[in-house]
């Protein structure tokens, strides 16, 4: 099983972004899904994740600019952002947490550089 992330990319300040990213490869339940996000110098933090009943939550950060949605028949997460900000550069990472044959797991995509020019 892996995670694509796709739509990262350099854009100016006030622009947007939609970032997609596919769980593929094998037979699996997917349960949370998030998207994390690590600037240079900095740790890794949460960017919103949405649940596998719907529910939703956000980095205070993004609150009102960034939308996260998932289309589970494509075993995919989206995460639409709006009114980007210069602080908002960073690698970001989707993760996904499925359950396949007994065991739970937790698996991360390899990182799309998001750029975000002032």
């Known amino acids: 099983v892996q995670l694509q992330a796709y739509g990262g990319g350099l854009v100016q300040t006030g622009g947007s972004l939609r970032l997609s990213c596919v769980v593929s490869g094998g037979i699996f339940t997917i349960n949370d899904m998030g998207w994390y996000r690590q600037a240079p110098g900095k740790q890794r933090e949460l960017v919103a994740e949405?649940?596998?009943?719907?529910?939703?939550n956000y980095a205070d950060s993004v609150k009102g600019r960034f939308t996260i949605s998932r289309d589970n028949a494509k075993n995919t997460v989206y995460l639409q952002m709006n009114s980007l900000k210069p602080e908002d550069t960073a690698v970001y990472y989707c993760?996904?947490?499925?359950?396949?044959?007994?065991?739970?797991?937790?698996?991360w995509g390899q990182g799309t550089q998001v750029t975000v020019s002032s």
């Open positions: 993760n996904a947490q499925y359950y396949s044959d007994h065991v739970d797991y937790n698996l």
């Open positions: 949405i649940m596998s009943g719907g529910s939703i």
